[in-house]
Structures are given as structure tokens and as C-alpha cells.
């Protein structure tokens, strides 16, 4: 398996070190085909460059959906799908209808994380019929989050306010700082993304597990932040196994492992050096890049 360093080596170009792109390109469209080819099945890559830069757009959103119907067309259906999986999370509403989309159009689909697949991308994960990750290989809780903010936290706090402020009345221009803060309806838009979010964990999580006392402690490490303690915690393939999910170990199949490797350190290279922010790719040819508007650096007129 080459590592990220000598797939970099391959695509620079002497002397300056400038990434040829195109041969870049062609290096990950080849392991895209030997992946598929190796499992017998369709095969997506959806990474967002979330690590290297800050936009709204490497977020799972609604403008997924399309890159999603892109990347499905023209496949054999019947062959199932491999779905490989970079993301920080994003619009529940929009992971909800990708969920249905994949399976809707695919009877068997399984998640493959190189590297991350947090928030909304762990509830995408979750929903497939398997999950396949590394030991360096993570998902996240999915508990809602609104402006960065946790929506349970929200409400605990709201809830502990109007608790001290009973037996403590003196306490009411110090809390009266702290929910100033909040935008109106905040904490009411909080109660709709928790409702929205168990409702969307309940659907999935009782369709791929069978024992009561299992889905009780897959919903609470997932969706209760008290557990977690907080939204970026990273759950590895040992605690999802203990939380008795159908979890794969990547280096149970080397030649698995090293496709699937050496496929995510071609993108990395891409979207460390290139402006793009989600990339979207297929076996069958479907691809759809988002990329970063660059800002022209302004230049100042001699005089």
C-alpha cells in the first residue's frame, strides 16, 4: 500500500513540488475502479474538506441530494452499494432524505470511514445494513447541534435558570445576562431539533436492532450529550462493537484495507491543495465537486 507520502511524490512535479491534478486524478479514478471491482459493488466517495477549510457548503446539506443522483446513475442496483464516507455532519432534514434516497434505490448498502464520519455523517453511517472502519477510523454523537451549540445543553441550562431562580430570586439579573444571549424562539427551535432527531434515530435504529436493551444504549451514547459529554467526542470501532452495531475492521481484509487507504490519501492530497470543498465521485463515472470561490488578493495601483 503506498502511503499519503509516496502518493504525493507521484503527483508533484519537479521542481516546485506543484501537484499535477490530472495525474492525481487519474491515480484515484484507478483505485475508485479497483475498489468496486474488489467488492463486487457500486461504490461512492463522498468527502468534504472540512479539515482544511471553513465553509457552509462542506456540511452535508440539500445540494447533496444532487450529488447523490449523480453519482447513482447508470449503476446496477443489484449489486448493492459501498458508500465511502468523509464528513463533519450537517442538516439533519438533508441526512434525512439522503438516508431514504441510498435506500430506496439500493436493498443492501454499506458505510466504509477511512478517517471521520461525525454528527449527521454517523447517523447515515448507522442506518446502513454494515459499517466498515479502521483502528484510526471514528463516528461521533448526533445529538442536534444549533449554531455550534448543543440544543440539550440549551434546555438543561433553561431548565437549571428557572430551577435556581426559584429558590434563588437574587440569581435573576445573572440569568437574565445568559438568555439575553439567546436569539427569540431559540429555545423552542432547540425543542424541534431534539424532536426531530429522536424521531429520525428511533426509525432508524429500530429497523437494525433487534434487542430492546441494545437500542436503549445506542440511543443514549449517540443522542444524549450527557453521555458524550460533547458533540466532537470520537467513538472507535471498540466502543461501537461493545454498543453491538454490525462494525467491520478494515484490517480484517488487507487488500480491502490498503484500496480503501490508499484511496482516502488521494483525496486528502486533493483537498489539502486544491479550493475544493465536497467531492462527490462514482464507479460508474458520476462526479459532482464543489468547490471555493477564491478571493482575488487586491492589488494597489503604483502611483
Known amino acids: 500500500m503506498p502511503s499519503w507520502n509516496q502518493i504525493l511524490a507521484r503527483v508533484q512535479e519537479p521542481p516546485q513540488g506543484i501537484i499535477n491534478i490530472q495525474k492525481l486524478d487519474l491515480i484515484k479514478n484507478d483505485y475508485i475502479a479497483k475498489l468496486s471491482s474488489y467488492r463486487n459493488r457500486n461504490l461512492i466517495t463522498y468527502y468534504s474538506g472540512w479539515l482544511y477549510r471553513q465553509t457552509q457548503d462542506t456540511s452535508i446539506n440539500d445540494k447533496d441530494i444532487n450529488a447523490f443522483m449523480a453519482a447513482i446513475h447508470g449503476m446496477d442496483r443489484s449489486k448493492g452499494l459501498d458508500l465511502v464516507l468523509h464528513t463533519p455532519g450537517g442538516e439533519i432534514t438533508a441526512t434525512e432524505q439522503i ?36 483502528r484510526q477510523s471514528c463516528l461521533g454523537p448526533f445529538d442536534p447541534q444549533s449554531g455550534g451549540v448543543a440544543c440539550q445543553s440549551v434546555l438543561k441550562e433553561f431548565e437549571k435558570a428557572k430551577a435556581d431562580l426559584k429558590d434563588n430570586p437574587q440569581a435573576l439579573g445573572l440569568w437574565q445576562v445568559i438568555v439575553n444571549k439567546y436569539p427569540p424562539t431559540f429555545i423552542h427551535s432547540c425543542e424541534q431539533a431534539i424532536e426531530l432527531t429522536e424521531e429520525l434515530a ?26 458524550s459529554k460533547t458533540h466532537s467526542r470520537h467513538f472507535s470501532i471498540e466502543k461501537l462493537k461493545k454498543l453491538g452495531l454490525n462494525v467491520i475492521a478494515l484490517e480484517d481484509d488487507q487488500n480491502l484495507q490498503e484500496l480503501v487507504l490508499s484511496l482516502h490519501h488521494c483525496y486528502t492530497i486533493l483537498l489539502e491543495n486544491m479550493p475544493v470543498v465536497k467531492c462527490v465521485e462514482s464507479n460508474a463515472g458520476g462526479k459532482f465537486i464543489v468547490t471555493q470561490q477564491m478571493i482575488p488578493t487586491p492589488t494597489i495601483p503604483r502611483k
Open 99 to 134: 438516508i431514504n434516497y441510498l435506500h430506496s434505490c439500493f436493498n443492501d448498502v454499506t458505510v466504509i470511514v477511512p478517517h471521520m464520519a461525525m454528527s449527521a455523517g454517523s447517523l447515515i453511517s448507522v442506518s446502513c445494513d454494515q459499517i466498515i472502519m479502521g
Open 202 to 227: 428511533n426509525k432508524i435504529l429500530n429497523k437494525i436492532v433487534l434487542q430492546k436493551e441494545n437500542l436503549d444504549v445506542i440511543k443514549k451514547a449517540f443522542n444524549d450529550n450527557t453521555e
